[in-house]
């Protein structure tokens, strides 16, 4: 893939990032996006060169309920909003993944609220899975029993056609790939349709699939995807570190080595989906995890704030989710100075993987494992170079790595 595999993400939720109400009525809509401006010299400061955005298209509530995916919300701006950005990202070298919704839709998209008024000769009613001869009248088939979001139907031609009119229209826009939301609720031959086609045109576009669990590995063939959410790493890191079981991460990385043999996982240590883990681990355990998710193979992300030590819980509610996706301040300045340690370790951390670049596809080789200390050597495709990485939570938390002379490259007790 060549550029991808030099990317490091910083992951943005932009409607809590830009401080857009998300449930209730927006009285003054404008460019909030451009808050994202006076935040990209930042990411470049952090070690980032690509920004993962969450939802920026015309949606009802929390983006991924969208009404209209060829225009930007109006609670964040303007289609000119958003070609600033991209031109800003360009200007330092920042590239741009988009989150796109081919799931489910709104159940008050217009093209649906047309569908189920005209009935199934419609011209909009291929577009999605609807139950036509319920007893309560048509009934389109929702997702993951939320009734507020309706799926597509993926068998039909429309709905391809429609995903890649989608996705050609932000590639051609400045664009670089995309995060397929609940790739994994989406038959994989409905991808495998779709990829090719944006492809022609995008060949270098990247596409990343939102996976939690199942086969990866054979999702990835099938679906022609080039990447997946490594929620199984994601889990052994934050798990392993609070409940003192190293033997759960050494399982995890065997498991990631496997995945490694046939594509580059997506790697993290929070998004925007789950609880943040300076919240789960403390800040000393934050970078624990972060040393850990720094020194493996992968294409990684850190989710904005996470690198300050933001705290925040996720709570299976409706507004479950605002904690762990707030409102940042109009620029870096405005933070408070408690997480400059963190950004520290995280500026260290992912400077070491900028020089050594083999990271991305380095698989691992346990050299040492007991519950609370264990040590593994991350070895390049080639075998010419590695790093040995030693883990004790015997006390607090402390990662120390080195490299192939045995110098110390990263200590934990001892920041550079």
């Not at 709104?106 to 000769?121: C, I, N, T, V, W």
């Not at 929702?142 to 590639?171: C, I, K, T």
């Not at 994601?234 to 033997?247: F, Y």
Request: proline share 6%.
């Amino acid at each position: 893939m060549g550029w991808v595999d030099h990317a490091v993400w910083w992951q943005v939720y932009p409607l809590g990032f830009c401080g857009a109400p998300i449930r209730e009525r927006d009285p003054a809509p404008g460019p909030r996006l451009r808050r994202l401006l006076g935040w990209l010299d930042y990411a470049v400061e952090l070690g980032a060169n690509g920004l993962l955005l969450g939802p920026v298209f015309a949606s009802r509530s929390h983006g991924y309920d969208t009404i209209d995916q060829f225009r930007i919300d109006s609670r964040l701006g303007d289609e000119r909003d958003f070609d600033d950005l991209v031109h800003e990202c360009r200007e330092r070298g920042l590239r741009i993944v988009l989150d796109g919704v081919f799931s489910h839709v709104s159940r008050a998209h217009p093209d649906l609220e047309r569908a189920l008024r005209d009935g199934p000769d419609s011209e909009s009613a291929a577009l999605f899975d609807i139950d036509w001869h319920s007893p309560n009248g048509p009934q389109p088939r929702v997702f993951e029993g939320h009734s507020s979001l309706a799926r597509l139907n993926h068998h039909s031609p429309r709905a391809r056609d429609y995903a890649v009119r989608v996705m050609q229209h932000w590639l051609y826009r400045g664009i670089d790939g995309w995060r397929l939301d609940a790739a994994y609720a989406v038959d994989p031959a409905f991808w495998a349709q779709v990829l090719p086609r944006v492809r022609v045109d995008h060949p270098e576009a990247w596409f990343l699939g939102e996976m939690i669990h199942g086969d990866y590995v054979g999702f990835v063939e099938e679906s022609g995807v080039d990447s997946v959410t490594q929620y199984e790493l994601w889990k052994a890191i934050w798990s392993s570190l609070r409940d003192g079981n190293l033997h759960e991460l050494n399982w995890a990385l065997e498991r990631h080595n496997e995945f490694l043999a046939h594509f580059i996982p997506q790697t993290f240590a929070g998004n925007h989906d789950v609880t943040r883990i300076a919240s789960t681990l403390g800040p000393e355990g934050a970078v624990t995890a972060l040393a850990i998710l720094m020194t493996v193979g992968g294409i990684p992300s850190i989710y904005s704030g996470d690198e300050q030590g933001f705290t925040g819980v996720k709570e299976r509610r409706l507004g479950g989710d605002d904690a762990v996706r707030p409102r940042f301040p109009g620029l870096p300045s405005d933070l408070a100075s408690w997480g400059e340690p963190i950004l520290r370790a995280h500026q260290d951390l992912i400077g070491l993987r900028r020089r050594h670049p083999w990271l991305v596809s380095a698989t691992t080789k346990s050299l040492a494992l007991e519950n609370l200390r264990s040590a593994y050597r991350v070895i390049s495709v080639d075998g010419r170079d590695h790093l040995d990485v030693d883990i004790d939570l015997t006390d607090q938390p402390r990662v120390i790595i080195r490299d192939r002379s045995g110098r110390i490259l990263w200590d934990q007790r001892r920041p550079a």
